[in-house]
């Protein structure tokens, strides 16, 4: 049995093909992509507008979300958000947060992504205590909270089981932070073998489009795990997250325990390699440029983040030059507009160069999609046969698209503008509504109900 879309216009290889014929099995890989087909076959759903493979969100904390719109009134930093951030942590059970973040999963479908890299660090009670016990059907219940609201919304995941050891540099955890922390590194590299082990039997790995759920590592910063562990990164199969040097006072402790930056800290133990990727890179030195490029690292620019937390701007362009592959996150979740990120990110390029046009249309398609499909290692990016049959199309006949030309859309769109987001051949959202889960605004006001949040 196999599915059928007819696209008026598609992303194929590169270019803007028209008439595009793709065909998926039932596993919902594509199995076939022909162009210039005028006529729509009658048993192809016929999907008009600008299609383009699914936006890969790279870097995603799904409780985050919860945050919008409510941290705006003092001012503030990064490290006063955190301090909200951390209450909202501390709300969190495996039965709320698999509410929340089915809700946020299905807003980031509507937002233009179809998979994601979910870097998740809440793993235990809030005072520390694994969830399980002598109950192991209760073992990794956050982590399988996150899988299953991922699954259920047709969101494919690379759960990036974080490893959180050290509240700073030579620093215990605080009590907010008990619930992220493994004790050693060996409490984390059994917890995620563990892990891996469960979601292998739980979420078996297939055909590229109908496996939605896969494990990756990350270390959660240079200031929470210790410099003597980061080694034990280097022997690990798979994607390899990191938070780097998204604040200066990262660099500064770094400079003042280890004598470097961050991204030497991380390349001094062998960790910085092609399956590494990089989020944020925004205070980077020459050196640290060379070191990530030259590893051919990924690196994930949260652009409306870095600009909502007053990170800075990091040098994309510098990294992209230098050898590395760029792609996107959204990190906090200030919005999920795929469009919106890509965009954000050209316009931070702007303002610090003064030159217009720094990443092509092209090259930010490949940033949200192929860049993404890399850094988390997973069979989707491109409409092509083999891949999974992942995709966005983007109204061209909107007020706010109406005359774009080809590819350059992509500047004018919004996450308003997408009209249909598929996964694995099934459509998950159409015209902002969930095909299975209903209107989003009802899945958070569930959610925000559930967290105990609702006035
Ligand atoms: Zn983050």
């Given amino acids: ?28 890989t594509l199995t076939s992509v022909e162009t210039g087909i005028d006529t729509p076959p009658t048993i192809a759903e016929v999907v008009p507008g600008f299609t383009l493979p699914g936006g890969v969100n790279a870097h995603s904390h799904a409780f985050h979300r919860i945050l919008r719109g409510r ?91 974080t490893c959180y050891l050290t509240g700073g540099i030579d620093t215990d955890l605080s009590a907010e932070q008990a619930r992220f922390g493994d004790g050693t590194i060996d409490g984390y590299m059994d917890r995620h073998e563990a892990l891996s082990e469960a979601f292998a039997t739980e979420f078996p790995v297939g055909a590229p489009g109908e496996s939605f759920v896969h494990v990756g590592s990350a270390i959660h910063s240079i200031r929470a795990v210790p410099a003597a562990n980061l080694p034990r990164f280097a022997d690990l199969d798979g994607p390899v997250h990191v938070h780097l040097s998204e604040q200066p006072a990262e660099n500064e402790a770094s400079q003042a325990a280890y004598g470097t930056t961050p991204t030497q800290v991380l390349a001094r133990s062998g960790v910085v390699a092609s399956n590494l990727s990089a989020v944020h890179a925004t205070h980077l030195s020459e050196d640290d440029i060379a070191t990530l490029g030259g590893a051919e690292a990924s690196i994930v620019m949260c652009p409306c983040t870095e600009a909502d937390l007053a990170d800075g701007i990091g040098p994309a362009r510098e990294l992209a030059d230098a050898g590395a592959t760029i792609s996107i996150g959204s990190d906090q979740h200030v919005v999920l507009d795929a469009l919106r990120e890509i965009q954000s990110m050209e316009a931070g ?11 092509s249309p092209a090259e930010l398609i490949t940033s949200l999609t192929e860049g993404g499909a890399r850094s988390l290692d997973l069979p989707v990016g491109e409409l092509a046969v083999g891949k999974a049959c992942d995709f966005i199309a983007v109204a061209t006949d909107s007020m706010r698209t109406y005359g774009s030309a080809g590819e350059q859309i992509i500047l004018s769109a919004t996450s308003a503008d997408v009209s249909m987001t598929v996964s694995g051949a099934q459509v998950r959202v159409r015209d902002g509504v969930h095909t299975e889960l209903g209107p989003i605004s009802e899945l958070y006001r569930a959610a925000f109900a559930a967290l105990g949040m609702e006035d």
Wanted: proline residues 2%.
């Fill in 71 to 161: 941290t705006h009134g003092d001012g503030g930093t990064f490290w006063t958000w955190r301090e909200v951030m951390y209450s909202v942590a501390a709300k969190l059970s495996p039965e709320n947060y698999e509410t929340v973040a089915r809700a946020v999963f299905a807003e980031m479908l509507a937002g233009g992504y179809t998979s994601v890299g979910e870097f998740h660090y809440v793993h235990h009670a809030p005072d520390g205590t694994p969830y399980g016990g002598d109950d192991s059907t209760r073992a990794h219940a956050m982590e399988r909270a996150l899988a299953r609201a991922a699954a259920s919304a047709g969101m494919r995941i690379r759960l990036l089981d």
């Fill in 1 to 28: 049995m196999s599915t059928r879309f007819w696209c008026e216009t598609a992303w194929v290889d590169g270019l803007v093909a028209t008439g595009v014929l793709l065909t998926a099995d039932d596993t919902g």
């Fill in 349 to 359: 390029e702007r303002l610090r160069s003064g030159q217009r046009g720094r990443f």
